[in-house]
């Protein structure tokens, strides 16, 4: 029998957005053990890049940390990245996290990927809230993924959904590893955490972007259409990236 979590037990965390708060928080998690359970909220529907906005994090024997770090990113690259680094890290979905902390000087030494485990584990759609509720018993609100969250404050209800997206991890990952070795795949497991954590280890800013990989030149093949395309993108571009709002914001593709 499952149950509904809508607050993490232990009430909603505060939010360490300046730099003495982050080198608090990095402290907290210094005195953890184990693997660092780690998520983003990032704002790439509204904002220019796909940058993080709050970082979630859990170590055993540590409480739930949210850092917001717009304003205070050097002082994460400062503070947080030494005590993190080259551990072990728990992510869902790691491929759409690890962009925006490899931005920010973050990289794990090693990875476990609860969503790439569900699927060696045979599930079709092991999205967080069905692997959650799968293995765990906790079903998980999670109704504000798409929401803005670059606007601060944030509301209650965002944190306590952020905040719940790391509680339960590290105990996910085990029980998960426990099914991933019944089934003799704990290696195909590992081999795929290492190309994964290996495709972003060099990455340390966003890619250039380019006109001719946007999708509205589908059909598109004379050389004055194309010039127009070009034309209208870049100067697409140009205005969201001065005004950070993200391009399909100015005009759809």
């Known amino acids: 029998m499952s149950s509904a979590r809508s607050i993490p037990e232990g009430g909603i965390p505060t939010v360490f957005h300046t730099r003495a708060g982050i080198a608090k928080a990095a402290r907290i998690l210094a005195q953890g053990s184990g693997p660092i359970a780690i998520d983003t909220e990032r704002a790439s529907s509204f904002r220019y890049d796909d940058r993080a906005f709050l970082i979630q994090l859990r170590r055993a024997d540590t409480p739930i940390i949210l850092i917001a770090p717009e304003g205070v990113r050097e002082a994460?690259?400062?503070?947080?990245?030494?005590?993190?680094?080259?551990?072990?890290?728990?992510?869902?979905?790691?491929?759409?996290?690890?962009?925006?902390?490899?931005w920010l000087g973050l990289y794990p030494g090693a990875l476990f990927d609860t969503e790439v485990a569900g699927r060696l584990l045979g599930i079709q759609n092991p999205n967080l809230a069905f692997v959650t509720e799968e293995f765990l018993g906790i079903t998980l609100d999670k109704g504000y993924?798409?929401?803005?969250?670059?606007?601060?404050?944030?509301?209650?209800?965002?944190?306590?959904?952020?905040?719940?997206?790391?509680?339960?991890?590290?105990?996910?990952?085990?029980?998960?590893?426990?099914?991933?070795?019944?089934?003799?795949?704990?290696?195909?497991?590992?081999?795929?955490?290492?190309?994964?954590?290996?495709?972003?280890?060099?990455?340390?800013?966003?890619?250039?972007?380019?006109?001719?990989?946007?999708?509205?030149?589908?059909?598109?093949?004379?050389?004055?259409?194309?010039?127009?395309?070009?034309?209208?993108?870049?100067?697409?571009e140009y205005q969201a990236q001065k005004t950070d709002v993200a391009p399909g914001q100015i005009i759809s593709n």
């Open 76 to 102: 994460v690259r400062e503070c947080l990245a030494p005590v993190i680094n080259g551990l072990e890290w728990v992510v869902h979905a790691a491929a759409t996290d690890l962009t925006s902390l490899a």
């Open 145 to 236: 993924g798409a929401t803005d969250w670059s606007r601060f404050p944030l509301s209650k209800a965002q944190l306590a959904y952020a905040a719940l997206d790391v509680e339960s991890l590290l105990e996910l990952a085990d029980e998960m590893s426990y099914e991933l070795e019944q089934d003799h795949k704990t290696r195909w497991a590992l081999e795929e955490f290492r190309v994964i954590r290996e495709q972003f280890a060099d990455i340390t800013a966003p890619a250039p972007r380019h006109w001719h990989q946007s999708r509205s030149l589908r059909g598109l093949s004379d050389p004055m259409s194309l010039a127009v395309a070009k034309a209208v993108w870049e100067e697409r």
